[in-house]
């Protein structure tokens, strides 16, 4: 089916690539022809029971609702009555496409009749590069071109299968759609693929911006975590210090007064030993030395 009018293509089934024959819509509401439909649907429809099944098996199998793809967006369609008749027609659609087709057939008509005039005036058939003076009227079916009859009779296509060149041409259009459609298609299933594939990109930067986030936020949870931790140990360094020196402080505030009365101690026990009589020096250095005992022990 040629696609070069819009409103042909809105009214063009995807399947078949026809205008469309008694076309049901699917809950996604696309719409497609009926035989279309059916021949989707019929490998899980005609499946065979394999032998040896039990009848309550096969009666399970059977009630099993019909399940097929939308071929348009991959959407599963379920159908509890397993017909395709199930599903609604979409008689509007239908009104259109009659209409299209009876509109298509007139405009044609009447296009064939005001050109057959002037197409057999100015129309010149391709006259043959070896037979100058004969028209490319036959087709070669072995090579597989248009040639002349008497490139056919006594020429290089001599004993070659011979055609008739309209029906070739009708061939050639007809394999020529099928290649558009298939074409089609694929560019269809590929523009789904690269708006897949976008969303997919869009999703994966998304979810990095996330973790991006998600990283900087626990980073900075860290370091306000390790600061504090850093100021309590300073707090109770300094504390420590603190108790420490004024300890230290203290300790030597009493060896200081300790050593002070040991020079006292050592400059009277010089004192002492100046003293040249014996008894005076006994005397006095017998209750020095008692009381140096009692402070030195």
């Known amino acids: 089916m040629d696609s070069e009018d819009p409103l042909q293509e809105e009214l063009t089934c995807p399947i078949c690539l026809e205008l469309f024959a008694e076309p049901r819509v699917l809950p996604c509401q696309h719409s497609f022809c009926t035989d279309c439909l059916q021949k989707i649907a019929a490998p899980k429809e005609n499946k065979p029971v394999r032998r040896g099944r039990s009848r309550k098996s096969q009666n399970k199998t059977a009630e099993k609702a019909l399940e097929f793809e939308c071929p348009t967006c991959k959407e599963t369609v379920s159908l509890k009555e397993r017909v395709i008749q199930s599903l609604p027609r979409n008689f509007h659609l239908q009104n259109i496409t009659d209409s299209f087709q009876k509109s298509r ?77 298939l074409l089609e298609g694929r560019s269809k299933n590929m523009s789904w693929s690269l708006e897949k594939l976008k969303r997919s990109e869009e999703k994966i930067k998304q979810s990095a911006k996330s973790l991006e986030q ?57 004192h002492h030993m100046e003293n040249k009589q014996p008894v005076n020096f006994l005397m006095v250095c017998m209750g020095w030395c008692n009381r140096l005992l009692c402070m030195y022990g």
């Open 105 to 181: 057939k007139s405009e044609g008509k009447r296009k064939r009749d005001s050109e057959s005039g002037s197409e057999k005036k100015k129309a010149r058939p391709l006259m043959c590069p070896v037979h100058q003076d004969q028209p490319l009227d036959v087709y070669c079916v072995s090579c597989q071109r248009p040639v002349c009859t008497p490139c056919m009779q006594e020429g290089d296509h001599k004993d070659h299968t011979t055609g008739d060149i309209h029906a070739a041409y009708d061939t050639a259009r007809h394999k020529v759609r099928e290649s558009l459609a």
């Open 214 to 270: 998600s990283i900087k936020d626990q980073c900075s949870n860290l370091r306000k975590a390790v600061d504090r931790q850093e100021q309590a140990l300073i707090a109770q360094t300094k504390a420590a210090k603190t108790r420490y020196l004024q300890r230290q402080k203290e300790m030597l505030s009493v060896y200081k007064n300790k050593h002070e009365a040991l020079t006292k101690e050592l400059e009277l026990a010089k």
